[in-house]
């Protein structure tokens, strides 16, 4: 066989399970590990942590639960680790992890990857007339932090000069993978079809068990959530990879889960931009090996821009969160009654202390299908809770609101419990300005053993359009005995957010699902079932290589992330509502069995 290099996915985002680590240290031939923290809202949480205590700013869990406690195993297999736990302070996590290895008596080698930090220039990005890049606004007077989204050639640099660990900062989250691809097999930077395939390799286990059943469509046939197995990857030279699990974890591996994860997020598939490729993954294939391996190839790649997207964070006012159940008969005509009263309660009393209106409110009824709005079904309940969620500029204008619905227990609606566990937290808002930084401005360092290295940027090109796709076939909707089902019956899906945009994945199960699929599921279809929640335009994008489409839907998400108010602000859900879309079809595919009736 050719040589392969085994890499295990061990953190999906800060927050994820201790149980990955160890499981994959079990792996015979184990050779890296690859931790991605930092998510948008991460940088958020790493902002304000930072603005509390200067020492703070990186992802703590790095440290104390995956490594301390498996520090001593990954010394002595010699396994390698790459992560971007640094956030906006890698020189204090490399600090951290440094003095739990020496409580141990250990000593590995901690490089650290740092540059990616434009606030010391940004005043100078001000003045050269940076604008956000999805509203075209101009950037707030004040940031927390600001970050560009770097690529792998400091990690690939950190791996040759002898690092046992590499710590980076806002590198792009498959970037830990294409580093150590690139070192490994001594990839030129501007061989952009290999580049893409390793960034595809990143990019599918840079969720964790997202790629091993993990928010599967067809979940019931995940076995073992409790010991869910997390990723392994062999990957070859050409960048193609072959993906697995530990032997006897939970989870599935999976063609339509991993195909759902190639989708996630990735906007146009034809333009994925990386730090250090343009990828296109129309034509990628997904192979099933055997009931425990898939075969992923197929991903293209182009010269990335001479840009790097950059995010600040800042603070925009300040948000409450209130939960309480409220049971009994007509509960959701209770629980709306019980928002609108302690609404116009707190209003009047902002009112006579002179202070403005709410600058944003949001009222959902959980247990009602409250995001689904005109696709929502009346089924009765006597159960609800009550989510009220509220902004203002002055965290004093929030204190009423958070004091008032402790007083809905005694004086509103039968059968309420006004909290859940005292009173709810007023949080300050760290909202995200996204821009364009020139790479040319952007000077990278690889720091090992007090020596400190510069990094060369990274590649680019001219734009170059992708090539277009052959004609695809379309399927009209039957109408001679034809019936109706739910997209689910023909598709897997999964659903993220870029932003305020939202990003859902649509996978054929059959190959010829699809030309019905094209036919019946266009970007008008979903833009119309997402009315309610959809301020923008919606667009469809195809994937014949696995017979997929992607939909992207512009503004969907009330800001996305932190800066919106709803109870799924980051579009998870979006997919699981899509499932429900009714699809026409002819009845011989249920007769054949195509069509299995626990879909239909």
């Known amino acids: ?270 333009n994925y931009l990386m730090p250090d490729v343009t990828c296109d993954f129309r034509q990628v294939q997904v192979q099933a090996l055997d009931a425990n391996a898939v075969r992923v190839s197929g991903a293209r790649g182009r010269a990335p821009t001479a840009t790097y997207k950059a995010n600040g964070t800042w603070r925009d006012g300040y948000q409450l969160q209130l939960m309480m159940a409220i049971r009994g008969i007509d509960a959701p005509a209770k629980a709306r009654k019980t928002a609108d009263a302690l609404l116009e309660r707190t209003r009047a009393q902002l009112h006579q202390r002179g202070m403005a209106d709410y600058s944003q409110t949001c009222v959902e009824l959980l247990g009602c299908e409250a995001l689904y709005g005109a696709n929502a079904r009346a089924l009765p309940t006597r159960e609800v809770v009550l989510r009220i969620a509220a902004r203002h500029a002055d965290p004093t204008g929030l204190s009423f609101l958070q004091r008032e619905c402790a007083s809905a227990g005694t004086s509103m609606g039968p059968g309420t419990r006004s909290s859940f566990a005292g009173r709810s937290d007023i949080q300050p808002v760290i909202k995200v300005f996204s821009f364009l930084v020139e790479k040319e401005q952007v000077e990278l360092q690889v720091e090992l053993g007090g020596v400190i290295k510069s990094v060369a940027a990274p590649a680019s090109g001219p734009a170059i359009a992708p090539e277009p796709l052959p004609e695809l076939p379309f399927a009209p ?80 998400l009330d800001g996305g992330g932190v800066a919106s108010l709803r109870s799924d602000p980051l579009g998870k859900s979006f997919a699981q509502m899509l499932l429900d879309h009714p699809i026409r079809i002819p009845r011989h595919w249920v007769d054949q069995g195509l069509v299995t009736a626990h879909h239909s």
């Open 1 to 270: 066989m050719s040589r392969t290099i085994r890499i295990g996915g061990a953190s999906g985002f800060w927050g994820d399970s201790a149980i990955a680590t160890p499981q994959l240290l079990a792996v015979p031939g184990m050779q890296y590990l690859v931790y991605d923290y930092l998510a948008e809202t991460t940088m958020s949480i790493l902002a304000r942590a930072r603005a509390k205590d200067p020492a703070l700013g990186y992802a703590t869990d790095f440290v104390h639960a995956a490594m301390a406690p498996n520090l001593a195993a990954i010394c002595e297999k010699g396994v390698r680790v790459i992560a971007n736990a640094g956030g906006l302070n890698p020189q204090a996590c490399r600090d951290a992890l440094s003095d739990a290895a020496k409580k141990q008596g250990l000593s590995p080698r901690i490089a650290i990857v740092t540059g990616d930090d434009v606030m010391p220039q940004f005043e100078q990005l001000r003045s050269q007339g940076v604008v956000d890049l999805h509203t075209g606004e101009a950037p707030p007077a004040e940031l927390y932090s600001a970050n560009a989204y770097v690529g792998a050639r400091g990690i690939a640099q950190a791996l040759a000069l002898g690092a046992d660990i590499v710590i980076t900062g806002r590198c792009v989250d498959s970037a830990v993978v294409v580093g150590v691809l690139a070192h490994e097999f001594g990839w030129r930077w501007d061989d952009w079809n290999r580049i893409a395939a390793g960034t595809l390799a990143g990019h599918v286990i840079e969720c964790g068990a997202q790629a091993t059943g993990g928010l599967f469509t067809d979940w019931q046939q995940v076995p073992d959530w409790a010991n869910m197995g997390y990723p392994v990857i062999d990957c070859a030279e050409d960048g193609s990879f072959m993906l697995t699990k530990p032997e006897g974890t939970g989870g599935l591996v999976h063609p339509g889960a991993v195909a759902e994860q190639i989708l996630y997020e990735v906007g146009d598939p034809a």
């Open 477 to 556: 909707s039957p109408t001679d005995d034809a019936i109706e089902v739910p997209l689910v019956a023909l598709a897997w899906a999964r659903s993220g957010d870029k932003g305020d945009d939202e990003n859902i994945g649509v996978i054929a199960r059959r190959t010829e699902f699809a030309p019905l699929l094209r036919a019946q599921l266009g970007a008008e279809q979903v833009r119309a079932y997402f009315s309610h929640l959809v301020k923008g335009e919606v667009e469809r994008f195809e994937v014949p290589g696995f017979d997929a489409f992607n939909f992207v839907l512009h503004r969907a």
